[in-house]
């Protein structure tokens, strides 16, 4: 029988050489003739260990961490076939620290399985999900997604299964499925992570998703940035229609739905619901005004539903397992688990699915093991380049939609980037404004304006102009955009702005020096 050797193939492990690894290792298999069956897994979610080649043994799955194709004759002359002892080995994955506290969920398949395995997917629990949901109403599994207390993972946090309830009562003769996985938000990468290494959970949420409301055709947007997921949704498409899961008689149940995916072409307002729409419908990224809504008016002018790609792949797991298991985890009116991600000046970056609750502060420090320089820790900033900045003061602040509402931040996707002291909080209070004023859609005069008149604006507030003149003049500004813009575009904008002002106030009281910035 063969050795089981896992090398991932998700873009963060490219990044570092897996594929190198990957080619090392067959060679030197072939060489000494040893038998290996090669898997291209994708990634667990520890990318400090990247690439993190595992080895199926009697005893577990042993890992081997930044493993770089110099290493694989020694590994092979250490026994690692059989979970030998080497300077990269880790142990058993499943029993570090990392993964133990983690709730993982919607990402427990993720590098475990081959991505593009109907048979590994079934084995782990694949399309138990659905085959439940065929065995109920379509009003039932609404229902159901509405008692789990799933909110939108994208940002905005609405109920997912009132969504789908607008959806399914609306008359139309075609409705649409629409996945967002335009994931453009700094220090994100779970969708794209899930996407290149559990595809099928998010084709079998879109089904789900197809079924209950009445639509018979679903479209996964993906950001230009993400070839390899792209590619990997089209192959895991392929493959599910080709087993039957796809297409006029999904699962032999006589209902209908299929799906594609569909390539952006590098715009961050396109993550913005309306503005997708625009796009898959071939014409220009822009926000649409609403009412009506999409739920009501949407692709084509058709009823449709958009859910994240987290939203859709936690489905699976609600309808498998039922909407009470779901709803025991989190807090408050944030229920489930939410997969975050750590990213920036820190020591251990990775994904970390964990129920709502967790603090800033825990995941920084105990998952992230603080910062990479060794410097002192300044800022974590929540949600995406329109998230606010938590000061070290706030850091004991609960990542839950209502406790991160009540701290003046948002939630987002779930991203965290962290800065050290060597940050300048003026400067990405800048960043923020000029960041909005690129990536406006131009529609509306909120946005478009006043994020080019908030660069000067900080600019003068930096140079020591009029200073307390022009604080005033910028927290007019920002009140304007956040009341006034058409998307969350240039109505967040201002929240990363406000929240270096209220924090760190003395960054702005003198000429910014050369220092660390996002851009």
């Given amino acids: 029988m063969s ?3 896992f090398i991932p193939s998700d873009s963060s492990a490219l990044a570092v050489g897996a594929e190198a690894v990957a080619r090392a290792v067959a060679k030197e298999a072939h060489a000494r003739g040893l038998d290996v ?23 577990g799955r042993i890992g081997y961490g930044q493993v770089s194709a110099r290493d694989v004759p020694a590994l092979f002359d250490a026994g690692f076939l059989q979970g030998g002892e080497h300077t990269t080995r880790v142990g058993k994955v499943e029993d570090l620290d990392w993964m133990r506290r983690q709730q993982r969920l919607t990402f427990a398949r993720c590098g475990v399985t081959d991505p593009l395995s109907l048979d590994d997917y079934r084995a782990h629990g694949g399309f138990a999900g659905l085959k439940r949901a065929l065995a109920m109403t379509p009003a039932e599994v609404v229902e159901e997604v509405v008692a789990s207390g799933l909110r939108g993972r994208g940002g905005a946090g609405f109920p997912t299964g009132v969504k789908w309830r607008t959806v399914a009562g609306a008359q139309a003769d075609r409705k649409y499925i629409v996945c967002n996985a335009d994931e453009g938000d700094s220090g994100t990468f779970a969708d794209r992570m899930l996407m290149e290494g559990d595809p099928f959970t998010l084709i079998e949420g879109m089904i789900i998703s197809g079924l209950a409301v009445g639509a018979s055709k679903g479209y996964v947007y993906i950001r230009s940035e993400y070839p390899h997921a792209f590619r990997a949704m089209q192959r895991a498409i392929e493959i599910a229609r080709a087993g039957g899961f796809l297409g006029p008689d999904v699962a032999g149940s006589g209902r209908p739905f299929d799906m594609e995916a569909r390539l952006g072409a590098g715009a961050y307002i396109c993550g913005e619901e309306t503005s997708l729409l625009e796009s898959l419908e071939g014409r220009r990224g822009q926000v649409r005004a609403k009412p009506p809504l999409p739920a009501v008016q949407g692709l084509f002018g058709k009823p449709t539903v958009i859910n994240n790609v987290l939203s859709l792949a ?14 025991a985890f989190g807090m408050g009116r944030s229920r489930g688990t939410q997969p975050f991600q750590i990213a920036g000046n820190v020591k251990r970056g990775g994904l970390v699915e964990l129920a709502f609750g967790v603090t800033i502060r825990d995941l920084v420090e105990h998952f992230g093991g603080g910062t990479a320089s060794g410097r002192k820790l300044r800022a974590v900033q929540v949600g995406g380049p329109l998230g606010a900045y938590f000061p070290d003061a706030l850091l004991d602040t609960p990542l839950d939609y209502e406790s ?8 987002g996707h779930g991203g965290l980037v962290v800065f050290d002291d060597s940050v300048d909080l003026a400067r990405q209070a800048r960043f923020a404004m000029q960041f909005c004023a690129i990536e406006s859609c131009g529609k509306c005069t909120p946005c478009r304006i006043g ?21 005033e003049l910028l927290l007019d500004l920002c009140d304007a955009m956040t009341d006034g813009s058409l998307c969350a575009l240039g109505g967040l904008t201002p929240m990363p702005v406000l929240s270096a002002l209220t924090h760190f106030p003395g960054d702005f009281e003198r000429p910014a020096p050369t220092r660390q910035t996002a851009e």
Avoid: C, F
Avoid at 314 to 327: E, K, N, R, T
Avoid at 404 to 411: F, I, R, Y
Avoid at 451 to 471: L, Q
């Fill in 3 to 5: 050795a089981r050797i």
């Fill in 451 to 471: 994020s080019t008149r908030g660069v000067e604006v900080i600019d003068k507030i930096v140079a020591g102009v009029a200073r307390e003149k022009n604080t």
């Fill in 314 to 327: 936690s489905v699976p797991w609600i309808l498998a397992h039922g909407a009470s298991a779901y709803a």
């Fill in 37 to 59: 069956l090669i898997v291209r897994n994708g990634a667990r979610g520890m990318v400090w260990l990247e690439p993190l080649v595992e080895v199926e043994t009697p005893q």
């Fill in 404 to 411: 991160m509402l009540s701290a003046k931040g948002m939630l």
